[in-house]
């Protein structure tokens, strides 16, 4: 077989070929083919606010970036709302503590004659000593024991027990004197010993009852009760008035 034969057959040969490896190279009519232009992102994290790029002439589509949750931002939300409320309709909790609030006491100082115990409100006392020398005065009233100078004042001293009528004692290491502001200006009166200082509500204060074995009406201001104890609260403007005491005795 010359050259230009072998030529001849292969040409015919290719173009039998081509129409089969063209009909190979066709999709099927049941397959989609998606175009380039046409192609979405997966939901991968790396995805998320990116841009797609289609090739060819067509616009950039960009997607949106998703919203971030800000918790500063929730916080002050709920408060102010909480403050909204407040304003509305108060809490019971906070109405029981302004009632509280509003519960007026008083303080009082109390110590022993005996087995008593009495109070003198402490706005009308200057402060505690312990007994010390006593300059007699002639003609005093018998339950004053003396006189002492304190800082330089002329300050007498009462012997409560004779005030009040009890028994008198002997004196005590426990004994104090305890000053007092009164209108003429500062006595002393001497009790048996200091028990301390306590409140007492104004509603848990009482009048003094008609009958009080013992001590004189005009000198109680009243019965206060204080931590399961009865406390005798005295008038010490009556107590140390001594121009009173002169007249009733």
Request: include cysteine; proline fraction near 8%.
């Amino acid at each position: 077989m010359d050259l230009a034969k072998i030529r001849t057959k292969a040409r015919q040969e290719g173009a039998a070929q081509a129409p089969d490896e063209q009909l190979e190279q066709q999709p099927s009519p049941q397959e989609t083919v998606v175009p380039p232009a046409l192609a979405v992102p997966d939901d991968s994290p790396e995805s998320a606010g990116s841009e797609l790029v289609i090739p060819g002439p067509a616009p950039i589509r960009s997607i949106a970036s998703p919203v971030r949750f800000d918790p500063l931002a929730v916080i002050l939300a709920g408060r102010q709302a909480d403050q909204v409320l407040a304003d509305v309709e108060p809490q019971p909790q906070s109405q029981a503590q302004a009632v509280a609030s509003e519960d007026v006491y008083q303080e009082f100082l109390c110590f022993l004659l005996g087995d008593e115990e009495y109070g003198v409100n402490i706005m009308e006392i200057k402060e505690l000593i312990k007994p010390r020398e006593l300059t007699e005065v002639p003609r005093a009233p018998h339950f004053v024991d003396g006189i002492i100078s304190l800082r330089g004042v002329i300050v007498p001293v009462i012997d409560l027990r004779k005030r009040l009528g009890l028994h008198s004692q002997r004196p005590t290491a426990q004994q104090r004197i305890v000053i007092v502001r009164q209108r003429a200006g500062l006595s002393g009166l001497r009790v048996d010993s200091v028990t301390g200082v306590v409140r007492i509500a104004d509603h848990r204060r009482e009048a003094a009852p008609a009958a009080l074995e013992g001590i004189d009406r005009e000198f109680v201001a009243g019965i206060g009760r204080a931590d399961n104890r009865m406390v005798i609260l005295l008038d010490i403007q009556n107590v140390a008035d001594l121009e009173l005491a002169a007249h009733g005795n």
